[in-house]
């Protein structure tokens, strides 16, 4: 019989190690207390499958080790210390377990919202450490009647709101990426304008990390929101701005802060543990004996099936048969990708369809094609992992319909790929190629013929096509200290005209304000490939 061998780095569940244990074909090395350079150094090479939490840094060194390595799979739900285009290229599948906590962080958000609150860390610790009993001291709020801004309707949003509803609260939820009956079913408020969340008495958030959510409550948000403000974020470090959260709580616009996550950590020495309007814990999101039976359980699991070359659950990265695909290939199918992200974020809505068309001999791979660019679409607007593995499945469950066609071959290119993605908001549709330099490039966007390269930090200026609109953009990019790298024209037959700007530096959402409020225009976007 052959066997496998599945290294255990981190400590999982006692009933996950037995099913490693149990299983004949694996050779099973609990490797949790094992020195880190001796375990990458002697034990990582002999590995077929590695299990890893936050403790072990699957970095340059761990994969340079990592020379039989078929899979290794994250107990628990973030990957930030996984390097995942590293592990492509070694041809290494990452996998993680990412509903496993899903009550866990649902149930510690709702205890972080009862303490702040009510302020019972602080009440608990007068009587039982300081042996003081002045009840005068701690008069709290009710949870009944308040507004409860929920940022991110997903797995643990919508639970969150579930629970926060049963203590008689009026639930508003944000979240640009789904149906609204998906809220207005439960009979809470769907809102589009994020200005409503800022009003609410107590304001969480629920969104995964990424481009479009960090820093996504900074100091204009904080302006905006009611005084007296709670505010709650057992999901991802970063996504409130630490800094103007602090400056916040200690000026007496929030009220209390419950906060789980940090944006480095561990943070012992943080400058919010200072602040006695805050109730913290040290990231237990996942800290409890039946989310830790569900990781170590669904990570062993999962190991095996990998190892065995079974299945590959919750892939983030399955690689690509090279060998199969012509080198020209793989570039279009990444290009698409990019393109499918980047339409998410122009078009910020429920998606309804993806349509994928290839010309030229690309026109071959329009299937692949689909699912990297659904891959691409869909990784913003969900909190579901979705990889190559999972993305038609998720597609499907989330009523979003794919298709793809070869057309006739271009006249003008070799090439050509185009994508359609409809949401409830309209339609957005790209053409891209890749020309001899190597270099992908967008050739055509909503019937404006327009070439700029794919990527970097991207405005999208639709204008009505009159004087001195390139001068007025010119300077009010100017006068924010926005560094123009790229900008590219076009007009179509409407009178209209498109400028893609290409700029150095982040855009702030006042710079982006500033822009739409030149009198010509139309619309502008901000996207980030």
């Not at 739900?77 to 492509?88: E, F, K, L």
């Not at 002045?134 to 919508?158: D, P, Q, T």
């Not at 629970?163 to 009026?170: K, T």
């Not at 200690?250 to 602040?275: W, Y």
């Amino acid at each position: 019989m052959q066997k496998y061998t599945v290294v255990v780095c981190d400590h999982i569940h006692e009933a996950g190690l037995k099913m490693l244990e149990s299983d004949e074909s694996i050779n099973f090395i609990m490797a949790a207390d094992v020195d880190k350079k001796e375990l990458i150094e002697k034990i990582i090479p002999t590995a077929d499958v590695a299990i890893t939490r936050s403790s072990t840094d699957v970095d340059e060194f761990f994969i340079k080790n990592a020379i039989n390595m078929k899979a290794i799979v994250r107990a628990g739900v973030g990957v930030d210390n996984v390097d995942i285009p590293g592990c492509s290229k070694e041809g290494i599948i990452v996998m993680n377990v990412p509903t496993a906590n899903t009550i866990a962080a649902v149930e510690l958000t709702m205890a972080h919202m009862l303490s702040c609150m009510r302020m019972f860390p602080y009440s608990h610790n007068h009587l039982k450490h300081d042996r003081i009993w002045k009840r005068e001291k701690w008069y709290g709020h009710e949870m009944k009647g308040k507004k409860l801004g929920v940022i991110g309707f997903g797995n643990i949003g919508s639970r969150v709101a579930k629970r926060a509803q049963a203590f008689e609260m009026d639930i508003i939820a944000y979240d640009p990426y789904i149906h609204p009956s998906k809220v207005t079913d439960l009979d809470m408020t769907y809102t589009k304008n994020f200005d409503d969340i800022l009003a609410c008495d107590i304001i969480t958030i629920h969104t995964p990390k990424n481009q479009e959510t960090i820093g996504m409550i900074d100091e204009s948000e904080f302006a905006k929101m009611k005084d007296g403000v709670v505010v709650i974020n057992c999901a991802r470090g970063g996504l409130y701005n630490e800094e103007a959260l602090y400056n916040n709580l200690t000026n007496g616009k929030i009220r209390f802060a419950g906060i789980d996550v940090f944006n480095k950590e561990p943070a012992t020495d943080h400058p919010l543990l200072d602040l006695d309007n805050v109730t913290v814990s040290p990231h237990l999101g996942a800290n409890t004996f039946e989310s830790q039976y569900n990781i170590g359980t669904q990570a062993a699991a999962n190991a095996i099936e990998a190892a065995k070359g079974i299945s590959y659950a919750h892939a983030m990265n399955l690689p690509i048969d090279e060998s199969k695909i012509p080198a020209f290939v793989k570039p279009f199918l990444e290009m698409g990708q990019k393109i499918g992200f980047l339409e998410s974020q122009i078009n910020k809505s429920q998606i309804i369809a993806i349509k994928v068309s290839g010309q030229g001999e690309i026109s071959q791979y329009v299937d692949s094609l689909a699912t990297f660019v659904a891959v691409g679409a869909m990784s913003q607007a969900s909190d579901d992992t979705i990889n190559y593995v999972n993305a038609d499945f998720v597609a499907k469950e989330k009523g979003i319909k794919i298709e793809s066609e070869a057309l006739a071959d271009s006249k003008v290119f070799k090439n050509l790929i185009t994508v359609k993605l409809t949401t409830a908001e309209g339609t957005t549709s790209i053409s891209a190629t890749i020309f001899d330099d190597g270099i992908k490039r967008i050739v055509a966007l909503d019937g404006f013929d327009i070439e700029v390269a794919l990527k970097g930090n991207m405005i999208l200026f639709k204008n009505n096509d009159v004087p001195g609109v390139i001068g007025n953009i010119g300077s009010t990019l100017a006068k924010n200290n926005v560094n123009i790298a790229d900008f590219s024209l076009a007009r179509n037959n409407q009178s209209e005209a498109l400028a893609i700007i290409l700029v150095d530096d982040n855009v702030s959402e006042t710079t982006l304000n500033e822009l739409a409020s030149l009198d010509a225009c139309i619309s502008v976007n901000y996207a980030k490939i």
